[in-house]
């Protein structure tokens, strides 16, 4: 095949889904030529699965995501079709928001914004083999023999590298929603002497909405109050579709239990590891076989489409199985299948290969993220993609990189654990995964991440300085609290009556009034009336910084302590095998994860304390082995 020069850049980006957009528009945007590569160019940002994105975690994210400078939440505010704040009876630290997005929409509109981005580049072409020179990534060939030079390389390929849908007995092979897919990349990654695994995910069948009867369903609908993932959106979208809430059957746990022999997952046709906190179907069924019924959630994919996601009936079985399935469900018996669910199988990169970057350590600038690094989900892929972006471009440009700590974001908890911890199924982000979630919560991003976005130059003068005007009447309005007294007067006991709570008895400090449970910031207001008016986000920080003071405090001292070992760093020329004491187990971990610090070291599976107290006296005597030849 002859082979041409089609281009120099500072970064190439392979892939332009969840984690592709944001990695290209972050380098671009900081400075570097960037080139975005995809297989289909009018599936920018396509969502094979629920076109919903958020929750738990998740949605924390999203909103971490927009405070460094990304697009994800400003494209749902414009696109989404429903939006719900979940948990909202429970401490802040595990609220989060939702949206279900119209998903032709959302693509239109994130393909938009790469198209109008300065520096950008998008070419619709098939990558076939990197080019690798003294173990530096220099470029890449695609099918036709165009190649590409630059100074950094990205990866982002999702479930694409030797993709295969399964339904039944049936398998062939594709990408997600029979694209096509991408495996002499995949041979070249391998080639490489990359370590790679099979993961598989699913998907349920979508339904035609006309032939739902909703009168058998539980309405679900949005929130009645105006909603945003991003800091900058002043537009809301108040016309909202609902979704609906159904449940399994008897019928169809039986349908289940007599085809189980049919499941892939079953008869020993996938072998490939599956996400535990996404199960199909009959994994539900199997797995939890005392429950007697399973939510089903049925969720529009848009406004102008009548394809309805069939949340909860995620499953491989043979289509007339699904088919049957379907009509079991209340509401569903006269339901028309749109499109059959099916499992997919990938190759996945084993995350331990990579730095804290998202560089790998085998071949210099070449960085990987999204599904590729064995993450499940939109959001995950987002965030990595995000910080891969912006390595890239730090490094390209003769810049500083950026790696976030885990008490910096849950997008570093997420790279923390796959950098450190290896992943043997689909990650996927929980709430119960950040140590530090007290301080990690939906409403503070702005104020953890912001700084930095500025920093990179992904957050414009206008927003910077509105960041800043919050945070100085955020930090004002405390100490306010904590000067101002309220002394035990009528018109304090009516409020105090209204809230039955205890009437104070003597003068107190406004702060440790609104320290009891059943006091509200608004209700504080009113008794000692702010000097400027605050809005609803700044009341809401004042409120839980002083309601939560004790928490915070203890975690922030969690996190200086675990600063002091992150700042102790491990030699990169160590021998681990010439360290005595440390057990064998231990080793081959260190041997193989390499990490960079103490801290680093102590989270990694295997490694016990005794393990982490002989390296450290063996790093602070500065008995370090040779360097191995």
């Not at 429903?82 to 929409?105: E, Y």
């Not at 999702?158 to 398998?171: C, H, K, Q, V």
Request: one cysteine or more; aromatic letters at 6%.
């Amino acid at each position: 095949m002859p082979k041409f020069e089609a281009g120099t850049f500072d970064c190439i980006v392979i892939g332009a889904g969840h984690a592709g957009v944001e990695a290209a528009l972050a380098a671009a945007r900081m400075g570097a030529s960037t080139l975005v590569l995809t297989l289909n160019i009018d599936m920018v940002a396509f969502m094979p699965c629920n076109p919903s994105i958020g929750g738990p975690a998740k949605g924390i994210v999203v909103r971490e995501i927009d405070a460094l400078g990304g697009a994800m939440g400003k494209v749902i505010d414009k696109t989404h079709i429903q939006m719900r704040m979940l948990n909202t009876g429970k401490g802040p630290a595990v609220r989060a928001l939702r949206a279900q997005l119209d998903k032709v929409l959302y693509q239109q509109e994130m393909k938009r914004i790469l198209e109008e981005t300065e520096n950008l580049t998008l070419r619709q072409a098939a990558v076939e083999e990197l080019i690798i020179e003294d173990g530096e990534v220099k470029g890449l060939i695609t099918q036709i023999g165009a190649v590409y030079r630059a100074k950094t390389v990205l990866v982002t390929t999702g479930t694409f590298l030797r993709g295969e849908i399964i339904i039944g007995d049936i398998r062939y092979s594709s990408g997600p929603n029979n694209q096509m897919p991408s495996i002499k990349l995949a041979d070249s990654l391998r080639e490489l002497g990359f370590d790679m695994v099979r993961f598989k995910t699913g998907t349920p069948p979508r339904i035609n909405s006309k032939t739902i009867d909703y009168s058998q369903t539980e309405i679900q609908p949005g929130d009645d109050v105006p909603r945003a993932f991003s800091y900058e959106t002043t537009e809301f979208i108040m016309d909202q579709l609902p979704c609906w809430l159904t449940y399994t059957s008897p019928r169809t746990h039986e349908l289940i239990n007599e085809n189980l022999h049919l499941s892939p997952m079953y008869s020993g046709e996938i072998k490939s590891a599956s996400p535990s906190y996404c199960p199909s179907i009959e994994d539900k069924i199997v797995r939890f076989n005392d429950k007697s019924r399973h939510q089903i959630f049925l969720e529009p994919e848009g406004r102008n489409t009548n394809e309805v996601y069939v949340q909860g009936l995620s499953t491989s079985l043979p289509e007339h199985v699904q088919k049957q399935l379907i009509e079991s469900v209340p509401g569903l018996e006269k339901a028309e299948m749109m499109r059959a669910g099916y499992a997919i199988e990938y190759d996945s990169i084993v995350p331990t290969q990579l730095k804290p970057t998202l560089e790998t350590k085998k071949i210099r600038n070449l960085y990987t993220a999204g599904q590729l690094n064995g993450t499940s989900g939109y959001e995950e892929a987002a965030g990595q993609g995000l910080m891969a972006g912006i390595n890239a471009a730090a490094r390209a440009l003769g810049k500083e990189e950026l790696v976030l700590g885990r008490a910096d974001g849950y997008i570093g908890v997420l790279i923390d654990d796959l950098v450190t911890k290896g992943t043997s199924e689909p990650y996927r982000l929980l709430t119960s995964r950040a140590e530090y979630r007290l301080l990690l919560r939906h409403d503070n991003a702005d104020l953890r991440l912001t700084e930095i976005g500025y920093g990179l130059g992904l957050i414009s003068e206008e927003r910077y300085a509105a960041y800043t005007i919050k945070k100085q009447q955020i930090e004002d309005e405390v100490v306010r609290l904590r000067k101002i007294t309220v002394k035990p007067e009528e018109h304090v006991h009516e409020i105090m009556r209204e809230t039955k709570g205890s009437e104070l008895k003597e003068p107190m400090k406004a702060a440790n009034l609104l320290k009891r449970p059943e006091i509200t910031y608004k209700q504080i207001g009113r008794i000692v009336p702010p000097e400027q008016q605050l809005s609803e986000e700044v009341q809401e920080q004042v409120e839980i910084r002083i309601k939560y003071e004790g928490y915070i405090e203890k975690s922030m001292q969690q996190v200086e302590r675990m600063k002091k070992m992150e700042d102790k760093k491990i030699p990169d020329n160590i021998d681990y095998d010439a360290i005595s004491g440390i057990a064998n187990e231990a080793k081959v971990t260190l041997k193989k994860v390499r990490p960079l610090s103490i801290a680093q070291a102590s989270r990694m599976p295997g490694v016990n304390p005794a393990d982490i107290s002989i390296l450290l006296v063996y790093i602070e005597h500065g008995r370090i082995a040779k360097v191995t030849s």
